[in-house]
């Protein structure tokens, strides 16, 4: 009988990447008994990350840190296994957790990535020698400020006043007293993102990505200049410059400090989970690989989970069929095969009512495992 991998992404809103791969294998199961499955829930390092990495067996662990606004204190987790710990910045300082503070206002001038920093620290001392920092869904803009602060960095004005949490108060920055990093050294840090943004300009961490986290023009072009005063003092004490760079202007600047005080490396963020969860191994003998996120379009093409699940499967020798399901698709045909997929199956198919489809996407997207298995198992 068929032998089929289960790769999924979130449906963002309805179902976490677990609850899909679990809906996949059971609408295959009814559809195809004897059928055996894997079912290997992903992320590419945004929401959803350290989850993934529990369901491929990593040990949850859960820490207090601080949450995206100063004073408020977070309940975060990060996962843990075999001295890899797999962070998800959005833990601590994630969008979501400024919606659920109590009131849901953005704060793109005063969010800190100080949490960030915290889980980081608190891995390293539960034994973390390779740590693993998803990006994606921050609500911060302060250029990984408090990132470097929660390390033991000094911010100070001129007149040596410690700057207040945030992007905004970075335009007052005039020096920096350096974190004692031996606690880290020992650990190799690799920051999962697919953002290739630099930290400033029209391009940048703040022109980008602010307006998503509340920020009026007026705050954007004063967050640019905040993030620029930033780069200036810190890669002068730090004798490196890499505001340039590809990806340092991802999760409104953590990829500058992950850079600069982790001395990080980048990497796609799907291809690096992948590599975590073992997915090349799981392809042994797989006849088909299902993957599939809440919404199929442009950027799923730039390196989002789906994409990154069909190249693997495509790149195995000899390739492996890939196909997708999801909540909507706006994508081509020939846009979708062109990146490996061979086919789509959105939920939209089969009730295109957004609400309906939302609100009963556990069996909805069972049905849609069973019309993959008509498509493409062999009974």
């Known amino acids: 009988m068929a032998h089929v991998v289960i790769a999924p992404d979130k449906f963002k809103g309805s179902l976490t990447a677990a609850e899909v791969a679990a809906r996949v294998a059971a609408g295959l199961r009814a559809a195809s008994p004897g059928v055996t499955t894997v079912e290997l829930p992903v992320a590419d390092g945004g929401d959803g990350t350290v989850d993934a990495a529990i369901a491929a067996g990593f040990e949850r662990v859960d820490v207090e840190v601080t949450g995206p606004i100063a004073g408020q204190r977070v309940t975060a987790s990060f996962g843990l ?84 949490p945030g992007g905004g108060a970075l335009a007052r920055l005039a020096k920096i007293n350096l974190p004692d990093l031996t606690a880290l050294q020992t650990a190799e840090v690799l920051v999962a993102s697919d953002v290739d943004n630099p930290l400033l300009g029209p391009h940048g961490a703040a022109a980008v990505y602010g307006p998503q986290k509340g920020a009026s023009p007026a705050d954007v072009a004063a967050l640019d200049a905040a993030l620029a005063r930033w780069a200036d003092v810190t890669e002068a004490a730090a004798g490196r410059r890499l505001r340039d760079e590809p990806g340092t202007g991802a999760a409104g600047g953590l990829g500058f400090a992950s850079l600069l005080f982790l001395r990080a490396a980048l990497r796609p963020g799907i291809e690096l989970l992948l590599d975590m969860l073992g997915f090349a191994a799981h392809l042994d003998g797989a006849d088909l690989v299902i993957t599939g996120e809440g919404s199929l379009d442009e950027q799923t093409l730039r390196g989002k989970a789906p994409a990154g699940v069909a190249r693997a499967a495509a790149a195995r020798r000899p390739p492996v069929p890939a196909v997708a399901v999801c909540g909507v698709c706006s994508l081509a045909p020939a846009q979708y095969t062109a990146a490996g997929i061979g086919a789509v199956y959105p939920l939209s198919g089969l009730e295109p009512d957004p609400a309906r489809s939302i609100a009963g996407a556990g069996p909805l997207t069972e049905r849609l495992a069973a019309r993959v298995a008509a498509d493409w198992l062999r009974q």
């Not at 833990?91 to 889980?119: F, K």
């Not at 998803?134 to 006043?161: K, Y």
């Open 81 to 164: 296994r075999d001295g890899t710990a797999v962070i998800e910045a959005a833990q601590a300082c994630g969008l979501a957790r400024l919606r659920s503070s109590g009131g849901g206002e953005l704060a793109p001038l005063t969010a800190t990535s100080r949490g960030a920093g915290e889980l980081i620290l608190a891995a390293v001392r539960a034994g973390a020698r390779r740590i693993v920092l998803g990006l994606g869904g921050v609500a911060t803009n302060d250029g990984g400020a408090g990132l470097a602060q929660a390390l033991g960095a000094r911010l100070l004005d001129a007149e040596d006043r410690e700057l207040p």
